[in-house]
């Protein structure tokens, strides 16, 4: 089965590089999950991206998750991680928390539910389909951003928070598969004698305690399963097969989605697993922190911004790690929050400023942030600029109109600005 896994990945990234290399870009715009929320929740399109979430949902309330598993970019990087590890004979922890639930559905509501819907409701909302927009560009970050994303959120995530990482602590697209994914009429189920070997659990790549659920529940139940079939391929009694249940006929507890404490206890499989449940409320703490304070600095996005947060906030919490390499990293993180603090507090007050049209103190929060931040953005040297020009300084208005025309000589309020001091 895991041949026509990795052949169903291979054609996948073949289909990515494709489009991207510009084939079908003129009928099918971004395929991104974003899509449904930020086209069809805000304001009514259907386009590629919406169609493909679509029947992500309804073939996930069928088959399972089987998109995560099979064709999923981000989970397929983690998966290959983890290989890279084995090779390198290193075997990370994988950390039981649960921040696998609550974080991913923060993500989900706080940055893609709730202000897409906010503004549907006080916007104009109209349904239209139209496949070939956005530009699949729209939504994907620079190549050095992109590059470390995967990386962070790819490979690092892996070795410190075990089998995919960021699927289980940071994807929202999982979070907003888990309702289908806990109502498919396929699933992971016991059919035979189980040994109780862990070797389902040990295959595993999301880190399941599938051991422990088969024999409690006679299937899986957790909803970050993703069909792999890595447990069924292992089994060494043939205990486990992905199989049909009639919906009328399936016995659903609530209860047996809180299981957490009780997992992962076998003694044969207890050592690839750390329980972390005990720490989630200062992990979940510092990561918000962390992350709400460095997400969109240097074009960072979410992902990778609560990816560095959680990884930060784990080795500071961890006591495994040297003592000393935790009060370093601790002073480091204390240092980089107050200074992505100051950076953001000024961006803002700056611009509000510069609304206001209180150009004095525009130049004194955007003079700060622009001295103290070393990523070039031409907009805030345009306010600086534009400033300085209104309390008749006229020098430095011409000095940083020629700062901001370097970073986007195209960008028409440069222009505008340029006309505007030569006709003084």
């Not at 929740?41 to 309804?58: Q, W």
């Not at 240092?335 to 103190?361: D, P, R």
Request: charged share 15%; aromatic share 16%.
């Amino acid at each position: 089965m895991q041949k026509y896994r990795v052949l169903s990945f291979v054609i996948i990234h073949l289909l990515i590089f494709l489009h991207i290399a510009g084939f079908g870009q003129e009928l099918i715009g971004s395929l991104d999950f974003q899509e449904l929320f930020h086209s069809f929740l805000r304001i009514g399109t259907i386009n590629a991206g919406v169609i493909m979430v679509f029947i992500a949902f309804f073939t996930t309330l069928i088959f399972g998750r089987f998109f995560c598993g099979w064709a999923c970019h981000f989970g397929a990087i983690q998966e290959l991680s983890w290989v890279i590890l084995q090779k390198l004979n290193i075997t990370p922890r994988t950390v039981n928390s649960r921040l696998v639930v609550l974080f991913p559905l923060f993500i989900l509501l706080h940055f893609y539910i709730i202000p897409n819907l906010d503004y549907a409701l006080n916007h104009n909302w109209k349904i239209s389909i139209v496949t070939n927009t956005p530009d699949i560009w729209a939504f994907l970050p620079g190549f050095t951003i992109g590059l470390l994303t995967f990386f962070v959120d790819g490979f690092l995530i892996v070795y410190f928070l075990g089998r995919k990482g960021f699927c289980r602590f940071l994807c929202p697209w999982g979070a907003f598969l888990k309702l289908p994914s806990a109502l498919a009429v396929y699933k992971i189920r016991k059919v035979g004698n189980c040994s109780q070997c862990g070797t389902c659990t040990q295959n595993c790549p999301i880190g399941i305690d599938v051991s422990f659920e088969i024999n409690n529940f006679n299937k899986v139940v957790n909803t970050n399963c993703t069909n792999c079939m890595l447990c069924t391929d292992g089994c060494p009694t043939s205990a486990i097969k992905y199989a049909f249940t009639n919906p009328l006929k399936e016995d659903y507890q609530l209860s047996d989605f809180f299981i957490g404490d009780k997992t992962y206890k076998s003694s044969v499989i207890k050592q690839f697993f750390i329980n972390f449940r005990v720490n989630d409320i200062w992990l979940g703490l510092l990561s918000f922190i962390i992350g709400f304070a460095i997400d969109g600095l240097f074009g960072m996005g979410h992902f990778l911004s609560f990816g560095i947060a959680l990884i930060i906030s784990f080795n500071l919490l961890n006591v495994h790690v040297n003592k000393q390499v935790r009060r370093i990293i601790a002073s480091i993180t204390f240092i980089l929050i107050c200074w992505a603090v100051s950076v953001k507090y000024s961006i803002k007050e700056g611009i509000n400023a510069y609304q206001k049209k209180n150009y004095h103190s525009t130049i004194k929060y955007l003079q700060y942030s622009t001295s103290v931040y070393p990523n070039n953005i031409g907009k805030y040297f345009i306010y600086l600029a534009d400033a300085y020009f209104e309390i008749g300084d006229v020098e430095n208005a011409k000095k940083y109109t020629e700062i901001a025309f370097k970073i986007n000589p195209q960008h028409q309020s440069v222009k505008q600005l340029q006309i505007k001091i030569s006709n003084k």
